[in-house]
């Protein structure tokens, strides 16, 4: 090999830093995603192997089309009963948002955090699980608790840790726990809920025992290693845990990018551990 500099003809390199399209503040633009027709895709069976759900983790599972009606393979059926009651969460749990939110705005409370917009991610989810499933949720799933039934004046009570705290005050404001409603204590540590999960899932299959576990994160916790471990024991196996990745675009401060969203869907990751996968519009409660 001929001696040279080092370097010598050969191309720089560059490192890349992903740069968002839009920071908040700004007018978003969404229309170039692909988001397909309502009822399009087919669904497999359950029990298919992970390998059959790889397009479902690349297009967009949606139900509710703009006529307001429901279409396709994927449409659950609910009855009407059922419908008012998802979308009376809904609204519960967006009011609640706002009144809570307006009280740390005031001071009255040291930290809150919001769903608007993500109701449909959590409630729709919960009322799919049996009552005793275990979910093992983040910051931003209050509305399980309401769909299941626990008290709001509990929640209020956390929230202040007032005298009425079942916690006394050794949680942080939302970081909710209730055993008698199969809802693990809320972690302010991102993703640490996915092994918590996975493990009880395991646990649950080694006792014979019928209940699964649900868990949920957002697309920036997938970067953590807690989610990576978690996926490797859910494969290795076979726990009977969901894990549901809730992607808003943003992770507090920086964007999906950092996580990875700019090579493929966050879904796609379950490809790559052996795990069957689904890409959901989150803001389809039948879906």
Same mark, same amino acid.
């Given at each position: 090999m001929a001696d040279r500099p080092q370097g010598h003809n050969k191309p720089s390199l560059e490192l890349h830093v992903p740069e968002p399209k839009f920071r908040p503040g700004d007018q978003a633009d969404f229309s170039h995603i692909d988001i397909g027709e309502a009822g399009a895709l087919a669904r497999p069976d359950e029990a298919c192997e992970a390998k059959e759900t790889l397009p479902l983790c690349y297009d967009l599972i949606r139900v509710l089309g703009e006529d307001n009606k429901a279409h396709g393979p994927w449409d659950p059926k609910l009855d009407p009963d059922t419908l008012r009651t998802m979308l009376s969460h809904f609204a519960q749990v967006r009011a609640f948002d706002e009144r809570m939110f307006r009280g740390q705005r005031q001071g009255k409370t040291s930290f809150y955090m919001k769903c +608007? #917009? &993500? &109701?449909a991610t959590s409630i729709s989810a919960a009322m799919a699980l049996a009552s005793d499933d275990m979910v093992f949720p983040s910051y931003r799933q209050q509305g399980i608790l309401l769909a299941r039934g626990y008290p709001m004046i509990e929640m209020i009570n956390q929230i202040y840790s007032n005298k009425g705290d079942k916690l006394k005050g050794r949680q942080l404001p939302i970081m909710y726990s209730s055993r008698e409603h199969s809802f693990f204590s809320i972690s302010g540590n991102l993703a640490t809920q996915t092994p918590q999960?996975?493990?009880?899932?395991?646990?649950?299959?080694?006792?014979?025992?019928? %209940?699964? *576990?649900? +868990?949920?994160? /957002? &697309? #920036?916790? +997938?970067?953590? #290693?807690?989610?990576?471990?978690?996926?490797?024991?859910?494969?290795?196996?076979?726990?009977?845990?969901?894990?549901?990745?809730?992607?808003?675009?943003?992770?507090?401060?920086? @964007?999906? /990018? @950092? *996580? /990875? *969203? &700019? %090579? +493929?869907? @966050?879904a796609a990751r379950a490809l790559g551990y052996g795990l069957a996968g689904l890409r959901v519009d989150g803001n389809d409660p039948l879906a």
């Open positions: +608007t #917009g &993500e &109701e999960a996975v493990g009880w899932a395991m646990a649950s299959a080694i006792k014979n025992d019928s %209940r699964i *576990a649900a +868990t949920w994160v /957002g &697309e #920036g916790s +997938t970067a953590e #290693g807690d989610f990576h471990s978690a996926c490797t024991f859910a494969a290795v196996y076979n726990a009977p845990v969901i894990l549901n990745v809730v992607n808003n675009q943003w992770a507090i401060s920086s @964007f999906s /990018g @950092f *996580a /990875g *969203a &700019e %090579r +493929t869907t @966050f």
